[in-house]
């Protein structure tokens, strides 16, 4: 990787701060979010303290300093901006606290990527107007930005306008604020919400520019390697299909400003109104002009197989995907203790693909494994597993960059510190930093460097170069 290559890491602040109704935040989708279970845990911590992050931000700074992170990906919290999101009211100690954080990177000479709506839309959006199925949420949110974005224009320069947009109706109610109207077919619905969250995306990109046309601006995908289950025609047609509507529908639109022909076939199929006003559609078409870059997660690769007995390809389209589809295993990889599949070459494979389609630089947001780590006596966590992940996937992003061609800005891990997962479990660990706290909402809070930590920081030392395992620890 050469000397501009950004390394550091990201993290979700809903997911890490606490600070509950601090200092005037509203509550949001990720608050009131009932937990489902992964694996049948039994208790839960909540939203209210999570890693305390919102007291202990300078020092989580501190250790990313000490890493060696050149690069941070935050998200700032839409419900402590716009408690409400509605009335206009605009909170400054949300912005101030947002405004200290920015300082404090820049002042330890990391570079801020921040992300915006990250789980964490006002909760009174989505009781009052079902969330992004709305299209004046669409609205609320772009107000939102353009305060955002002109609070920061002079002191971040790259944004991400909205986390994991093409999971916005798989997960419609922690991604978009959504529920499904009773009476309206999933295809609708599917419909409905990729163009409102589309269009927020878009409004998103003109609005960050407008402030700063120097700004670097990226929307943001899921992404998971999609591999067919066996090389039978059938198979790789669905692999094909699922790739592109969850893989590369919401990249096309933004990256072509238009939505490919793939889909509209689909909704038309499908008997879906998908007509827009031309503004909005030439917004869209605006805003993928001043995309600048693409961002994306990736933790594992995924397999599918053709449903079997179902011969209309129409149903075979909705099996694929919003049917239960089958979880396969790929004897091929290994998998952690959430049966997320452990694939480092699928990460070539994503930058590969998504390179040769889109002639976009790349850049990794998101990308690590959740392990239950454990704190020893001596307050140590010995994270080899970690650290094997991220061997693989950092040499595999050193082959799509050497021996493909592939062109990247940087490489963020998830996570800096540990944190509540999407699922509100602390259990399930990320961080580079063991955080004392645990699901029955004991522990101290106070911090400690896992063994991964020194290893990363050699890592970024020798700019990905050296990926030996040989900490002293
Ligand atoms: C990504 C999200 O989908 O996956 C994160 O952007 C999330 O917010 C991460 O934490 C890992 O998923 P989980 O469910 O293990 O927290």
């Known amino acids: 990787m050469n000397k501009d290559f950004l390394w550091g890491a990201a993290l979700s602040n809903v997911q890490a701060e606490g600070g509950y109704l601090e200092d005037g935040k509203g509550l949001n989708v990720y608050d009131t ?56 009211k605009t909170n400054e100690a949300g912005l101030a606290y947002y405004e200290d954080m920015i300082d404090e990177l820049l002042k330890a000479g990391i570079e801020p990527v921040v992300s915006l709506v990250h ?70 619905f599917h419909a ?68 490919p022909s793939y889909y509209l076939a689909y909704l038309q199929n499908k008997g879906v109104d998908f007509n827009h006003p031309q503004d909005e559609l030439d917004i869209i078409k605006e805003a993928s002009q001043k995309l600048d870059f693409l961002a994306f997660s990736y933790y594992q690769s995924l397999v599918v197989k053709a449903p079997e007995g179902i011969e209309d390809p129409l149903e075979v389209q909705d099996y694929l995907l919003f049917g239960a589809r089958e979880k396969l295993s790929n004897p091929y990889v290994t998998a952690n203790e959430w049966g997320w599949q452990i694939d480092p070459m699928g990460l070539r494979y994503a930058l590969d693909t998504l390179y040769e389609r889109y002639h976009k630089p790349l850049f990794i947001v998101e990308n690590g494994i959740g392990i239950d780590d454990q704190l020893t006596e001596d307050k140590k966590v010995y994270d080899d597993d970690r650290i094997s992940y991220y061997q693989g996937h950092i040499k595999n992003i050193s082959d799509a960059i050497e021996l493909d061609g592939v062109e990247m800005i940087g490489y963020l891990a998830w996570a800096p510190i540990d944190f509540l997962s999407s699922h509100k ?33 050699k890592v970024i030392a020798s700019q990905g170069k050296d990926l030996e395992n040989d900490i002293e620890y």
């Not at 959006?125 to 955002?148: E, I, K, S, T």
């Not at 998103?204 to 067919?228: H, T």
């Open 33 to 88: 979010l009932e937990i489902s279970f992964e694996t049948g845990q039994s208790t839960l911590s909540d939203t209210t303290v999570a890693a305390d992050h919102y007291h202990h931000y300078k020092e989580d700074i501190a250790h990313m300093k000490e890493m060696g992170f050149t690069a941070y990906r935050f998200s700032i919290v839409w419900s402590r901006i716009h408690p409400q999101g509605d009335d206009g």
């Open 119 to 188: 789980f964490d839309m006002p909760d009174y959006l989505r009781v009052h107007y079902n969330g992004f199925m709305d299209r004046r949420v669409v609205d609320f949110y772009a107000d939102h930005v353009a305060v955002v974005a002109k609070r920061f224009k002079d002191k971040v320069k790259y944004w991400i306008t909205y986390n994991e947009v093409n999971t916005a109706s798989f997960g419609p109610r922690l991604v978009a604020g959504a529920q499904q109207p009773e009476n309206m077919s999933d295809a609708q």
């Open 192 to 259: 409905t919400l990729t163009h409102h969250t589309q269009l927020a995306h878009a409004k998103a990109v003109l609005a960050i520019k407008k402030e700063n046309p120097n700004a670097m601006v990226s929307g943001m995908d899921a992404y998971g390697s999609i591999y067919p289950f066996t090389c039978k025609p059938e198979d790789v047609q669905a692999a094909r299909f699922a790739d592109n509507m969850n893989n590369n529908l919401t990249f096309d639109v933004m990256v072509n400003g238009e939505y």
């Open 425 to 457: 479990e602390m259990r399930k660990r990320y961080g580079f930093v063991f955080i004392d706290r645990y699901d029955d909402g004991t522990g101290t809070l106070a911090r400690y460097p896992k063994k991964s930590y020194y290893w990363y920081k």
